[in-house]
T-cell receptor, first 114, second 113 residues
């Protein structure tokens, strides 16, 4: 296991298009998190899953955003009708439920909306 | 080198010196804290963590100090190396009932050879 994997690394899309990102967590981690990071800022929490269940969503996650983790393994984050303000780095992280909470982040997907 | 006050966007230190990066957190109920290092184009990399029932934790060349009275967290890096140059973020878990982390503003550490 090489850590948290995210795909694609970069995505350029036209305004109004839909995009989907994928995250594969560390296999033994039950929790999976999505964050968004804009230039010069710290990551902002979007949502997280414990196994298949989506336990918490941020107010930042508008109705154009949806995240799924159907089998409790990989997760997808979809953004519909993208806007220029959606341009950011989308980060995925995973952690075990108990013990060391040391969340492990992936390298992120850089989204540019033109 | 040491950041003065609670937060400085950039800290510049000489190679071999010790660095201290400070962070003020917001929630007195936060029960867990993490320091991350982020290099350009990469995701945050875990450095060290500390639970709220501790006030100090040491790792390899790094030490985290927690002062709950003033809601202050610091990261000390011993014998700073050029490879330590990056942006450093502190993060807090605001309660035991959530898994999310709240990140602070980053501090850019520049190591001069």
């Amino acid at each position: 296991d090489t850590g948290v994997s995210q795909d694609p690394r970069h995505k350029i899309t036209k305004r109004g298009q839909n995009v989907t990102f994928r995250c594969d967590p560390i296999s033994e981690h039950n929790r999976l998190y999505w964050y968004r990071q804009t230039l010069g800022q710290g990551p902002e929490f979007l949502t997280y899953f414990q196994n298949e269940a989506q336990l918490e969503k941020s107010r930042l996650l508008s109705d154009r955003f949806s995240a799924e983790r159907p089998k409790g393994s990989f997760s997808t984050l979809e953004i519909q009708r993208t806007e220029q303000g959606d341009s950011a780095m989308y980060l995925c992280a995973s952690s075990p439920i108990v013990g060391n909470y040391g969340y492990t982040f992936g390298s992120g997907t850089r989204l540019t909306v033109v | 080198g040491e950041s003065v006050g609670l937060h400085l966007p950039t800290l510049s230190v000489q190679e071999g010196d010790n660095s201290i990066i400070n962070c003020a957190y917001s929630n007195s109920a936060s029960d867990y804290f993490i320091w991350y290092k982020q290099e350009s184009g990469k995701g945050p990399q875990f450095i060290i963590d500390i639970r709220s029932n501790m006030d100090k934790r040491q790792g390899q060349r790094v030490t985290v100090l927690l002062n709950k009275t003033v809601k202050h967290l610091s990261l000390q890096i011993a014998a700073t190396q050029p490879g330590d140059s990056a942006v450093y973020f502190c993060a807090e878990k605001p309660s035991s009932n959530t898994g999310k982390l709240i990140f602070g503003q980053g501090t850019t550490l520049q190591v001069k050879p």
